[in-house]
Nanobody, 115 residues
């Protein structure tokens, strides 16, 4: 199993970014996927999740209405569209899945929101 995030960077408050997570090594369309984030000095927290077919999504209260998780099962990729970014969204964002009682994480991509 391999999860590779991309799309992070520096953005001004109010700006947008789209993160991508390319998955390989498993049947992507069979598993739910999630995005987590970890800010400096804080615990890792769940940002958003999406079901295997994409019909069900969940979001942390802090990002509802601003972030959108989606997936393309033909490309084995999950996305996180982040709009109206705030300084408190600054964190390393990780792609995650759970297969056969095993947690799989990507290495993360850094998002910095600053003027």
């Amino acid at each position: 199993v391999q999860l590779v995030e991309s799309g992070g960077g520096l953005v001004r408050p109010g700006g947008s970014l789209r993160l991508s997570c390319a998955a390989s090594g498993f049947t992507f369309s069979s598993y739910a996927m999630s995005w987590y984030r970890q800010a400096p000095g804080s615990e890792r927290e769940l940002v958003a999740s999406i079901s295997s077919a994409g019909g069900s999504t969940n979001y942390a209260n802090s990002v509802k209405g601003r972030f959108t998780i989606s997936r393309d099962n033909t490309k084995n990729t999950v996305y996180l569209q982040m709009n109206s970014l705030r300084p408190e969204d600054t964190a390393v964002y990780y792609c995650y899945t759970w297969i056969g009682r095993v947690n799989y994480w990507g290495k993360g991509t850094l998002v910095t929101v600053s003027s």
